[in-house]
Each structure stands twice: as C-alpha cells, then as structure tokens.
C-alpha cells in the first residue's frame, strides 16, 4: 500500500509549521496545501484496498477483500491517515483557532463520534476471540480426521465439534430484535458450547470444557444501532466550509465509521440485524472514490447473507461454515469401510479446513492487536485533542478575570 514514506515527508513537514511565524494569507495557503496531501494519501491509500480490477491507480494486488489480510491492511490504512489528520488538526494551531465554527462545533462531534467507535472495537476483539474458539472446534475435526485409517470413533468425534461449531455459527441477529431476547447472544458469548440444544441431539453436545467469553457492553447494547448513530450526524461540509479544516474533520469521521462499519459486517457482534448497507459520501471527490466503492462491494455481500443467520462476511469464516457443513453430511452418511472415492474427497475437505485454520491461527491474533492499537491511537489522540480545548478553557477563564 501507499506507504509510510510518504506519510513520514508529510508528518515532517507539518511539524516544521510548528516553530514558524507567517501571515495569515500564508498560513491559509500552506493549510491548504496539507488538505490537499492529506485528501491525497487517503485516496491512495483506500483505493491501494480495492480489488485490482476496480481500483485506478494499482500497483500491486491487494488482499481479496473481506480476507484476514485485507482487514491488517485497512487498519494500517486508517492508522496511517489519523496520524497525518492529527497532525493536520493541531501542529502549528493556537487553542484559540478551535473555539471559532465550524469547529467548536465539529471537532465535539468527532471527539464523541470517537467515543462511540471505542464500544464497537471492544465488541470486535470479543468477536474475534469468539473466532478463535471456532477455529479450535475446526480443529479437533481436521485431528479426528486425519487419522488413517478414519473410523466411526474419529468420525463421530469430529462431528461433534463440527456440530457445536456450526451451531454458534449459525445463531440468528433477528432473534434479538425482541426485547426478550436481548440476552441470547450474551449467552452464546459467554459459553456458546451450553446454548446448543434445539435440534440437536446428545451427539452434538459440546466436546470438552470450552472456556467462557465474556463482553464488556450492556445486553441491550446492538452493533447496528451504534454504527447508526455514529452515521446520524454525520454531514459533508458545504459552502465556504468545504475549503477549510472542516473537510479533514469529515473526512476523519468518515474513515472512522467506515472502519467500523466493515469490522461489524465481517465480524460476529452482538446484535447485527438492520446494519446499514450503505451510507452517502459525496460522489464528487477524488478522495471519496475508494471508499464507496468498497463500501457499494461489502454491501452487496452484506444484503446476500443477511436474510439467512451469519457468522460474518470474514472470507476464512465463510469458507469454514461451507466446508464444516459439507463434513457433517460425510459423517451422517458415513459407513466403514469407506471407498477411496469418498476418502479422497473427505482428505480433500479436511485439508481445505486445516488451511483455513492455518491462516486464522497467523492472522487472528495480530488482527487483535491491530484492533486494539487502533482503540488505544483513538484514546490517546482524543486525549490530545482535549488538552487543546482544556488549554482553550483556562484562556477564556483568564479573560473574564
């Protein structure tokens, strides 16, 4: 992707603005000069995640999207532009710059905008955790399988993990939309290994102790409605507004929801029924480009599984869910001895869900990380942004003294 090098010239020569002394005129200009770069780098930067057919300016093939790859490098993408919008915000600016509109009143907006993301990202690390008991399920079925010979005990072992799996997989958002069933994905969180009983029978009973999750939001808390609140507010600037610092602010809120937007979609949060499939952007602007064209890609997705109960648009989970059912259908049909036919196509099978495991295994845990680097860059720079206004608090208190 469009890299740090850039990025670091950019940072660098914001940083200078900080220990000059120019006119007005010609702050003006330089301001605009670092909008411009910042819109710049955020059109490089998202169209370097579109699949190479549909972005303008490839050099290299991106991730398919909705992978575990191609989420490390839209973070890395968000990280990369916060810095440089911090940087364009507050380097060189005096306290008293964000007491004039528009952004005494956008920049409160943004800071609780951040606020509201910081819920979603803790909801994601739980999703992902959740993730990666599924990935242990998978597991023990890719172990119980590749035995040689496979015999009815290997058999029934591995369904029954693929039976616990596909059963917390295939948990239903509309089941939440009643309000007395608000706890019910709290419950699959917290031990989805317990809440398996409708339909299926004591074979499918969980195998082993599996460890609890827990989540740090109320029960009544809905992914959905807080990605739908952090979007209520949100609007182009217009008119004068949309040549000033007011543009950088809108696009960082942008960046912000889209981010957790897709995060949401792909991963399994609690309560994701009516997610937004799409949200507008001005079509006009090089910068927005990019975006709605990943985010016309993920809401295709998003509508065609969304009437049928999902883990998440993720790719490895797909995949995992297609291939698990398939493995279930060979173990209810199973007779021994089996012929090499069906030991080819189970062999087949089991190898297609050990790859899978094998990239959940390397990329989910730096997912993780990366997720909550994105929280603590959020808090620490809305710590920043607050010591701005404090300051701007003493010098009004000052003034009436």
């Known amino acids: 992707m469009p890299g740090t090098e850039n990025q670091g010239s950019f940072l660098n020569r914001i940083s200078i603005r900080r220990n000059q002394v120019n006119s007005i005129d010609s702050n003006n200009d330089q301001d605009q000069e670092d909008f411009d770069v910042f819109l710049k780098h955020v059109a490089d930067r998202f169209s370097a995640l579109l699949p190479a057919v549909d972005s303008p300016c490839a050099t290299h093939d991106p991730p398919p999207l909705l992978t575990i790859s191609w989420f490390h490098d839209l973070l890395d993408a968000f990280l990369c532009c916060e810095a440089e919008f911090k940087a364009v915000l507050l380097s060189g600016r005096e306290a008293s710059h964000f007491s004039r509109p528009p952004l005494d009143r956008l920049v409160p907006d943004l800071l609780e905008r951040s606020v509201k993301a910081l819920d979603v990202f803790n909801a994601v690390t739980n999703g992902l955790d959740l993730i990666l008991h599924w ?106 507004e949309a040549a000033g610092l007011a543009l950088p602010v809108y696009i960082m809120n942008t960046m912000l929801v889209f981010v957790v937007w897709a995060l949401v979609a792909a991963v399994p949060c609690q309560e994701r029924n009516g997610l937004s499939t799409h949200f507008q952007i001005p079509k006009n602007s090089i910068w927005a480009q990019p975006i709605i064209g990943l985010q016309e890609r993920i809401g295709e997705e998003w509508k065609k599984k969304e009437k049928k109960g999902t883990p998440g648009l993720l790719e490895e989970l797909q995949r995992m869910e297609k291939v698990a059912l398939s493995l279930v259908d060979f173990a209810d049909a199973f007779v021994f001895p089996l012929e090499d036919e069906k030991v080819a196509e189970m062999a087949a099978q089991v190898e297609e869900l050990a790859e899978i495991c094998r990239k959940m295994e390397e990329g989910l845990g730096p997912l993780q990380q990366q997720v909550r680097q994105v929280f603590h860059r959020i808090v620490k720079s809305r710590g920043e942004v607050l010591d701005v206004l404090d300051q701007l608090s003493k010098l009004s208190a000052a003034v009436q003294y």
Do not use: Y
């Open 135 to 240: 990935q242990k399920l998978a597991q023990i079925a890719v172990a119980a399988l590749r035995q040689t010979p496979v015999g009815e005990g290997q058999v029934r072992r591995a369904r029954k993990a693929l039976a616990t799996l596909i059963t917390s997989m295939n948990f239903d958002d509309k089941e939440n939309t009643s309000s007395n069933s608000h706890g019910k994905w709290t419950e699959r969180t917290r031990s989805f290994g317990r809440r398996i009983g409708g339909g299926l029978s004591s074979k499918d009973r969980p195998v082993g102790n599996l460890r609890s999750l827990s989540w740090s939001v109320a029960k009544s808390w809905s992914a959905a409605k807080q990605v739908q609140t952090m979007l209520s507010s949100l609007a182009a600037p217009r008119g004068a």
